[in-house]
């Protein structure tokens, strides 16, 4: 059975979102970490991403939402691990050029966001009225990363706030990366 790891944003999902549906309705979902709410500490996260990834050497395909992406991209940059692929869902955009003022306090957790491609087969979505992130921006994340960019329409950020509760074409999606990569 593939084990697929869901890396949650910089907030808890509400109840209705299709993470916790994912995780609820099927056993081979699971947290990577509990969604642990904000605020958003990136080296907590991605120390708790790395062990759960470290966990077996069974390979894992990770999904990841909003904030949950830049932890993927910060992970992958910084380790190595049994992950065959990942799905990153609606990516919040950080301009390369981005620092925090002097004296400012952010929750955001990392002063840049790696740009180097992924070390694993991926799929950006990206959505045509994301709040936070131009489908351009998307874009620019799928030429980064090198994954595949997936145009889910207009569908805001993803969330529950914007109707999604369940999502099969992101379920779809997710499992579509267990298999091997089409040519």
């Known amino acids: 059975m593939t084990r697929?790891?869901?890396?949650?944003?910089?907030?808890?999902?509400?109840?209705?979102?299709?993470?916790?549906?994912?995780?609820?309705?099927?056993?081979?979902?699971r947290w990577a970490p509990e969604p642990p709410g904000p605020p958003?500490?990136?080296?907590?996260?991605?120390?708790?991403?790395?062990?759960s990834i470290s966990a077996t050497d069974e390979?894992?395909?990770?999904?990841?939402?909003?904030?949950?992406?830049?932890?993927?991209?910060?992970?992958?940059?910084?380790?190595t691990g049994p992950v065959r692929a990942a799905l990153l869902?609606?990516?919040?955009?950080?301009?390369?050029?981005?620092?925090?003022?002097p004296?400012?306090?952010?929750?955001?957790?990392?002063?840049?966001?790696?740009?180097?491609?992924?070390?694993?087969?991926s799929?950006?979505?990206?959505?045509?009225?994301?709040p936070m992130t131009t489908f351009e921006q998307f874009e620019a994340y799928a030429r980064d990363w090198g994954p595949q960019l997936h145009d889910a329409g207009a569908v805001g950020h993803l969330d529950s706030r914007t109707g999604f509760g369940p999502w099969p074409d992101g379920e779809r999606l997710a499992r579509s990366l267990?298999?091997?990569?089409?040519?």
């Open 59 to 79: 390979p894992a395909i990770l999904v990841a939402h909003s904030a949950g992406c830049l932890t993927v991209a910060v992970w992958a940059a910084q380790h």
């Open 123 to 130: 799929i950006v979505v990206a959505s045509r009225n994301d």
């Open 178 to 183: 267990a298999s091997p990569a089409q040519p």
């Open 89 to 101: 869902v609606t990516p919040p955009y950080l301009d390369p050029a981005w620092a925090p003022a």
């Open 40 to 51: 958003y500490v990136a080296a907590d996260r991605v120390a708790a991403l790395h062990a």
């Open 4 to 29: 697929y790891l869901l890396v949650p944003g910089r907030g808890i999902p509400f109840p209705g979102h299709w993470s916790r549906a994912w995780v609820r309705d099927h056993p081979e979902f």
């Open 103 to 121: 004296g400012e306090t952010v929750d955001v957790f990392i002063d840049q966001v790696p740009r180097g491609a992924l070390p694993f087969r």
